[in-house]
């Protein structure tokens, strides 16, 4: 190996090794390192169905305001305008109203799926999308296991838009719109290890009126938003085969293996590309 | 990384400042006489890729000050449509030929492939940069695409976000691994060494970021996994995206070829034109190989995955008709076209090899993605005219490209620098 070989070898080892080290420092986000996150916690065995939260929604974050009345025989979804819905499912515990927004995944999918960082989990719980970062390659979209990123497609400058806990509410100490407007107390808003007790505590104090479940507590790796339902949950439109594992663990394995490519690639390369010299390079021969 | 020692080099023997001038000035005066066209510019090629490349403006146009909703059918439930599924997705594996043959050449020596050595490379680079460009086109804020990679917003943890490097830093390997070609274009004896020495460092460069990113499209789809039919979700998406694009890209290599030797009669060299049945038939046979281990892995992913109970339904006839038809076939024609050197019945085998590939990844990133969606997604006719549109762009590049500079043959023999603009025989341009 003459000398500029043996440069040109070190140089692709290190630039490897650099370029799989950046890669290596990604360990997915820990979730709320500097503190509880908080959580809201929907008993849909109180909601009644006046939609307040929707009409609080809206005027708390300047969205159009939601139509007065709605034919509830249609499941709605959220929109780019609308980030939160009110849906009536008819039951054998009679009618249940559940409404539907951003889960605030404890270890979200869109936020280890974002490769600017615009979509953060913040500590407090909250996940928000941070303009000044976004790129519009809706990959959030395609990989929230709740499809709650909403994009807006007739913007030349569009925005991804979803509930955000009414995280600049929360800077202030207060809480979200929608638990300051709820007139039946369906919502509640607190960290999350005293909504998981309070959930299992009323269940453990009412146990004909609900099923053992709070959806939310082990869903996707839980999510600070949890359900109460007297009804198994997927008879209100929640998807139940989402598992526990938490999303961004479904690529950990891949983004684990991109370091040892990087780095055993280029020397076995190398190594067979010696190993098969089988005549002196002609440089005439390109 | 790799420049460093050539760097080095050049400081010690230098050229001075005035000769770099007046070299430059020569190359301006040689690009000037490069950029006219040859041949006939009223061909019905021409008149119809340009008119798919005007009104591809047009739409463009509308999409950058009307928002995506104003030409394509995406929507909140199908975020990614046919620019992501088949320009950028599809348009990859189909360019992996480059570094698949690059190992060949490059690092194994295979000196029988080196003749398409350089069209191939071509190739990949121009996949890239108008493919994998197209992804501009799709981003909702193209404007902040430089984040990731220079601002301060690194996504780590985001398989996007290895994509996007190794697009960029992919693109840059291939254009080195192609720089000797421009410099014997351009009259640079000097220069074409210096880049020639960057080759193999580039190649095994290329070859790693190949590696990581043909898997990395795939492991995209990861967390999509409650959303994607299961006949095409498995945690080994990435491997089997990975396997693909080897013979994707080699079925593109002769495809490609095919057409290159009959438009480009007169630019095929010699060397070129005997050993091409020996090429075809060679890559024919790496082609049943791979597609043979390919098939392989996705029997045990069906059978791993249980996937046997999906196979009365209609999904199940759709997915047996990629496997059976258009994997499972086309191993078979690449065999026989080998053995019996049938170059008619390679060329069947990689066209249809192409069509699994593309079904294939349309498949995982917009078919069987949210089947069970109300409202499937089809396309736009503008979506479609604009991906006719980034093809027709690449392919008048890639003609130019190849009318000038010595990809088909070996360096025209020692013309004198000078005189090398005119003694480039000026072909039929079609």
């Known amino acids: 190996m003459d000398r500029r070989s043996a440069v040109r070898t070190l140089c692709v080892a290190t630039g490897s090794a650099l370029v799989g080290r950046k890669l290596n420092a990604q360990e997915a986000d820990a979730p709320a390192a500097a503190g509880e996150p908080m959580a809201i916690l929907v008993d849909t065995t109180v909601c009644g169905g006046c939609r307040e939260c929707e009409f609080a929604c809206a005027a708390a974050n300047g969205l159009p305001e939601p139509p007065e009345e709605v034919d509830f025989q249609e499941t709605r979804t959220t929109s780019e305008s609308q980030w939160t819905v009110v849906n009536r499912y008819q039951t054998d515990a009679g009618e249940v109203f559940v409404r539907r927004q951003c889960m605030h995944c404890l270890r979200p999918a869109c936020a280890s799926a974002c490769l600017t960082r615009a979509m953060y989990k913040t500590p407090e719980g909250p996940v928000v999308w941070r303009e000044d970062k976004c790129m519009g390659c809706r990959f959030c979209m395609i990989s929230c296991p709740f499809d709650v990123p909403k994009f807006e497609y007739d913007s030349a400058n569009p925005r991804i838009l979803k509930c955000r806990m009414c995280w600049e509410r929360l800077e202030q100490g207060e809480v979200p719109a929608c638990v300051a407007n709820c007139p039946y107390e369906a919502v509640t808003f607190g960290p999350r290890s005293e909504m998981i007790e309070l959930a299992w505590k009323r269940i453990y104090e009412n146990p004909d009126a609900y099923v053992h479940h709070v959806y939310g507590e082990h869903e996707a790796g839980g999510t600070s938003w949890l359900y109460l339902a007297a009804v198994p949950f997927e008879e209100l439109g929640f998807r139940t085969d989402l598992g526990t594992t938490p999303y961004p663990d479904l690529t950990r394995e891949f983004l684990y293996a991109v370091p040892f490519v990087l780095t055993m690639v280029p020397p076995f390369l190398l190594a067979l590309n010696r190993a098969s010299a089988n005549r002196e390079p002609d440089e005439s021969e390109e | ?430």
């Open chain 2, 1 to 430: 990384m790799e420049r460093d020692p050539v760097a080095a080099e050049s400081r010690r023997t230098a050229p001075s400042p005035s000769i770099v001038l007046r070299e430059l000035g020569r190359f301006v005066r040689f690009m000037l006489g490069e950029m006219r066209p040859r041949g006939r510019l009223l061909t019905p090629f021409n008149v119809l890729t340009g008119a798919i490349v005007l009104v591809t403006i047009g739409l463009l146009v509308i999409r950058f000050t009307h928002g995506l909703g104003s030409i394509t059918n995406l929507s909140q439930d199908s975020p990614w449509g046919l620019w992501i599924g088949f320009d950028v997705i599809t348009g990859v594996a189909f360019a992996g030929g480059a570094y698949v043959l690059s190992f060949i050449v490059y690092v194994l020596g295979q000196e029988r492939y080196r003749p398409i050595a350089r069209v191939t490379i071509l190739n990949g680079f121009l996949a890239y940069v108008f493919y994998a460009g197209a992804l501009l086109l799709d981003l909702g804020r193209p404007w902040k695409v430089v984040n990731p990679i220079i601002g301060n917003s690194f996504g780590v943890s985001s398989v996007m976000f290895l994509v996007a490097w190794h697009f960029l830093l992919y693109m840059i390997a291939e254009f080195v691994e192609f720089s000797p070609t421009i410099a014997e274009w351009a009259g640079w004896p000097r220069l074409r060494r210096r880049l020639h020495a960057l080759t193999l460092g580039a190649v095994v460069f290329g070859i790693t970021l190949s590696i990581l990113h043909q898997s990395g499209l795939g492991a995209l789809f990861l967390m999509a996994r409650d959303k994607i039919h299961p006949l095409w979700y498995s945690q080994f998406i990435p491997i089997l995206f990975f396997v693909s694009s080897i013979f994707a890209g080699l079925s593109m290599v002769i495809f490609e070829g095919t057409i290159t030797h009959k438009v480009f009669h007169e630019r095929v060299g010699d060397r070129l034109e005997q050993t091409y049945p020996d090429i075809l038939t060679g890559l024919a046979r790496i082609c049943a190989a791979t597609m043979f281990v390919y098939l392989f892995l996705q029997l045990l992913v069906f059978v791993h995955g249980q996937r046997w109970t999906y196979m009365r339904t209609g999904w199940g006839a759709w997915y047996l008709l990629e496997m059976a038809g258009l994997v499972a076939l086309p191993i078979a024609l690449f065999l026989h076209g080998h053995v019996r050197r049938n170059l008619a019945v390679i060329r069947a085998a990689a066209i249809l090899t192409l069509a699994g590939i593309v079904l294939n990844r349309l498949n995982v990133s917009v078919i069987a993605y949210k089947w069970y969606a109300p409202v499937p997604y089809v396309p736009s006719w503008q979506e479609v005219v604009v991906t006719l549109g980034v093809i027709s762009a690449e392919i008048w590049v890639f003609r130019w490209i190849v009318n000038r500079m010595p990809v088909l043959d070996r360096a025209l023999p020692s013309p004198a620098p000078r005189a090398r603009g005119r003694a480039v025989p000026a072909p039929a341009t079609r």
